[in-house]
């Protein structure tokens, strides 16, 4: 008999034996969300607006309360996962303009919209918002990141500069695992300043950054080689922020929005499963095959024989399917 028939009746063998053994579907995917509302609470406002480009995040002057600067954002993740589907991995990117002080993000209710006017003003939110920085936070106090210590709208070496040395990446898996788990679809964060100083702060795009929201405030222009383009104040914020998304490769402006990753696993499990006799058995080696006997690496694609060897001698073998 040649060798790779016996390749392939050996595997075929294992094959038979996975009739009573487990069967396991299993692969990761990403599914990435953008707030569906976020707001800025200012200390004192009663008829403030429900949009905005950004969020200042520092606290209150003058005795006011602290915390008097925060931001409220909400994630709708019903319907997002298949009812076979976990989450592995979930993770905040915020993009900033201005990083002067440290943030923090704390669990948040999502009694709130961006109607504006009284129902979402400060006032209206300061028991909640009083709740939530007395609560554990989701993230402990971190430095958005800001390229160089220059503004975003405000550097001279172009050639340099992308978009994503503003931006930073925070994990926070645990809390949208545990809301999850609790059935509850509708996810609430706030942002609030880490300290008590209300003179210096960080500025945060929100989902509604535009040329329309940002304002007309001007600064200096510079050619993507980092020269001037002329006087003073002759270009506006915006323009600025336009050509650094395109420098850095034609992102659109849904770059600069808040935006929530999620890694999910699919798994299934089969009906009937063999355990391992002695759970004190330690694998000394595990090896992967095709259907036809060939062997190859873990992360293949398909259908897989996993045969594992233990310090017994004893054999385990099942099938699995990488999805990806």
Known sequence: ?????????????????????????????????????????????????GTGASFELHSATNGSPDFGFVAGMKFDLDGVLASDEVITKAELRLTSSQAQADIVIFPFTTDFGETGGTTDSYDAKQSYITDAVASTPVVDAFRPNWVGGKKIFEWTDFENTRIEGYQITVDVTDYFKSKMEASEYEIGLLLAPAGTSSSSYSIIFSKDASAATYGTSTTNGYNDDGTPTGGSNDVTRWSRIEQLLRISGDK???ELYPLLTLTVEKQQTGVIDIPVNDVNKTVISKKYYDLFGRQIQKRAKGILVEKSVYDDGSVFVKKVYIME
């Open 1 to 49: 008999m040649k060798k790779n028939d016996m390749n392939l009746l050996s595997v075929r063998k294992m094959l038979l034996s996975l009739a009573m053994a487990t069967f396991v579907v299993s692969g990761y995917a990403q599914i990435t969300l953008y707030p569906s509302a976020d707001i800025q609470f200012r200390v004192g406002n009663t008829t403030q607006s």
């Open 252 to 254: 659109a402006v849904s």
